[in-house]
């Protein structure tokens, strides 16, 4: 039972490429997100994902775009990389929110992104 | 105004002594409150859950004042172990389990 797993770990990439990051979970888990996390700014929800096919924006989704064509994956895309882009990027994932149930994301080991 | 406000620190503190983070949230809707703790570079991990009636769990004690839209999260007897980062999060329900995070405040325990 590996969890939330992230590829790739590390990345540089110059201004204008594009990349795909990948977050994979094992729990049945119906609900993922992608978070993006700066210094001094806490995390921000980017995208996420309610289950297989759905996607919503999130707190900062410029710039992104994701895909959820299978429950355990949830894919984040640059297409179009810029500095601003530098960051921590961490994956989550949960089951249901429901009032009164204890509730948990957890979180993959992240993806540490530097554009030039 | 962020939704979720924490003091950063850092705190530093000796082994043994108790210290308390505070955390302030604008948005009387939200509905559920935690702690997480969060290793330097490393991914967040839920520390406890935050109820209403206040919790405990061992060292840890979780508050919650709703009229006041303020929670806090006091640890007694610091261990070296407990140096992390805390972070201060809510949610509401129906709105897809999106969690929205304080800044985060770093604790440094010192021998």
């Known amino acids: 039972n590996a969890g939330v797993t992230q590829t790739p770990k590390f990345r540089v990439l110059k201004t204008g490429q594009s990349m795909t990051l990948l977050c994979a979970q094992d729990m049945n888990h119906e609900y993922m997100y992608w978070y993006r996390q700066d210094p001094g700014m806490g995390l921000r929800l980017i995208h996420y994902s309610v289950g297989e096919g759905t996607t919503a924006k999130g707190e900062v989704p410029d710039g992104y775009n994701v895909s959820r064509l299978k429950k355990q994956n949830f894919l984040l895309g640059l297409e179009s990389a810029a500095p601003s882009q530098t960051s921590v990027y961490f994956c989550?994932?949960?089951?249901?929110?429901?009032?009164?149930?204890?509730?948990?994301?957890?979180f993959g080991p992240g993806t540490r992104l530097t554009v030039t | 105004r962020k939704e979720v406000e924490q003091d950063p620190g850092p705190f530093n503190v000796p082994e043994g002594a108790t210290v308390a983070f505070n955390c302030t949230y604008s948005?009387?809707?939200?509905?559920?409150f935690f702690w997480y703790r969060q290793d330097c570079r490393k991914e967040p991990k839920l520390l406890m859950s935050?109820?209403?009636s206040g919790n405990e769990d061992g060292r840890f004690t979780a508050q919650l004042n709703r009229a006041s839209q303020y929670i806090s999260l006091l640890i007694r007897d610091s261990k070296l172990s407990d140096s992390a980062t805390y972070l201060c999060v809510v949610t509401h329900y129906n709105q897809g389990g999106k969690l929205i995070f304080g800044q985060g405040t770093e604790l440094s325990v010192k021998p």
């Open positions: 989550a994932s949960s089951s249901i929110l429901l009032a009164g149930d204890p509730y948990e994301q957890y």
């Open positions: 935050v109820y209403s």
């Open positions: 948005n009387s809707a939200s509905q559920s």
